[in-house]
DNA sequence: ATGCTTGTTGGACGAACGTACAACAAGTGC
DNA sequence: GCACTTGTTGTACGTTCGTCCAACAAGCAT
């Protein structure tokens, strides 16, 4: 009589995603305060103690949920940034606008930016890894503003001053998603460009 | 032989308040992962079952940690506007300014900000909460808009952009305090309120 | 087949959590 | 002074948390 496996051996890797993913889910669902060790292994379909083999801890985990689903957004924004065409401002109002649309405007990536933006004061690892997530947003948008033919001198606070825009109009797209919709968010942002570009 | 009484009976909103502030040191100092109500009783000098008698419930108790400090935001930006003079550009400088410098701009603010964020999404009690302090912020930017010349018609985006921008800037500076300076963050403000006015 | 490595399980453990409640006492009215 | 109200205390309870670890078994090498 075979009796089927009573778990599987998976890729170190694979395991690794699979509960990063499960963690994704509950921080959508649940939000930070949701986030303990057995809801997310229970998410997994795993074990709990199966967490402290492959994260030191909750902040740990979140740390690597936020990499994974920064990686994902900027698959996204590469795709939007293709599919535009040669056309330099129009790469750049890609690269702006779809921060707006779905899946990018979203509560539940938010929930995701909340856990991680609450470790950055007291973890200075966390600190460091947003720096150059933040840092290398910015130098991304200076590329694309450089090619726009803005001066390199002007570069600089540009870039600060679309990141801060984009997050602001974000963020409060996310929180309060009836306040003003997704089109006037890019209509305020394409604008901003015009303004800066000239 | 006198002895001292054991514990002071407070008028209610006096220990409402003592216990919000109680709150918002916590935060401050161990983010939203210690506001625990054992760790805002200590803090506030009382025994874990007072908080009860008070706040339904941490996520209250949150939430009017938030209205409060929030409401103390608004007082130093009135400051800021009041002590700006009669120039309708130099009060909206001012306005926008005012949040970059200390102390509005700290971490420890963050803290309150990211804890009340954190329950917009599950809580609709608080997600309204919410978007009543960024209408109401966002309806006074409209009015010094105004002051500045700016037709109605345009009021709306121009406020959301800037509300958008300074949260944006404000959120980054705490977050990456050595990314920029304040001097930066309000020069770019400065500029695009040129470039909205102009 | 057999043994070895190690991913995985599942429960035990102490700590900390939110909540509830009976006892106490500070302040007030009489 | 005395009784009454109620703000306040302190504790006990059940739950959930993170962590730990001995036992188990899946998959690979031989």
Redesign the pocket.
């Known amino acids: 009589m075979s ?10 890797d ?2 690794r995603i699979s509960l990063i993913e499960a963690s994704t889910r509950v921080l959508a669902r649940d939000g930070v305060a ?8 229970q998410e997994a ?14 902040d740990a985990l979140v740390a690597a949920t936020y990499a994974h689903v920064e990686a994902r957004v900027n698959v996204v924004l590469d795709a939007a940034v293709n599919g535009a065409g040669p056309d330099p401002r129009a790469r750049l109002d890609a690269f702006v606008t779809a921060s707006f649309s779905t899946p990018l405007a979203s509560g539940e990536l938010l929930a995701t930016w909340i856990a991680f933006w609450s470790l950055v004061r007291s973890r200075p690892e966390i600190a460091r890894q947003h720096d150059e997530q933040y840092a290398a947003f910015r130098m991304r948008l200076e590329h694309l503003l450089g090619a726009c033919g803005l001066p390199a001198g002007r570069r600089r606070h540009a870039a600060i001053a679309i990141t801060a825009l984009v997050d602001g109009l974000w963020l409060e797209l996310c929180l309060s998603p009836h306040a003003f919709s997704a089109a006037e968010a890019s209509a305020i942002a394409r604008a901003m460009l015009d303004a800066l570009l000239g």
């Open positions: 009796q089927k496996p009573a778990f599987r051996r998976a890729e170190p694979e395991r949701g986030a303990s060790v057995r809801a997310i292994a379909g795993v074990s709990p103690g199966l967490v402290g083999h492959y994260f030191a801890g909750i």
